[in-house]
């Protein structure tokens, strides 16, 4: 994937948040924030999948072969004191 580069301009409440982020440790550069607060406007638009939606999709795509096996009854569950 080929990177990208933007020069960005900002002033007040913009430049101190920035730089509180940093002093806090709370990222590692100035890039960092601004990628994050990108992404983070693009799950709020619906535009990429959220943390959570991409979460629950993972779940699923472990779950679905053994879903599959119980709905043709080549598997069965047991009673966790069963076992």
Do not use: C
């Amino acid at each position: 994937m080929l990177m990208k580069s933007t020069m960005l301009q900002y002033e007040g409440s913009v430049e101190e948040a920035v730089e509180r982020l940093l002093l806090l440790g709370v990222f590692k550069s100035k890039a960092d924030i601004f990628r994050v607060g990108a992404m983070e406007l693009a799950a709020k638009y619906g535009l990429v999948k959220t943390k959570e939606e991409v979460i629950e999709e993972m779940m699923y795509n472990d779950a679905e072969p053994a879903l599959r096996k119980l709905k043709a009854g080549k598997a069965r569950l047991h009673r966790i004191e069963q076992i």
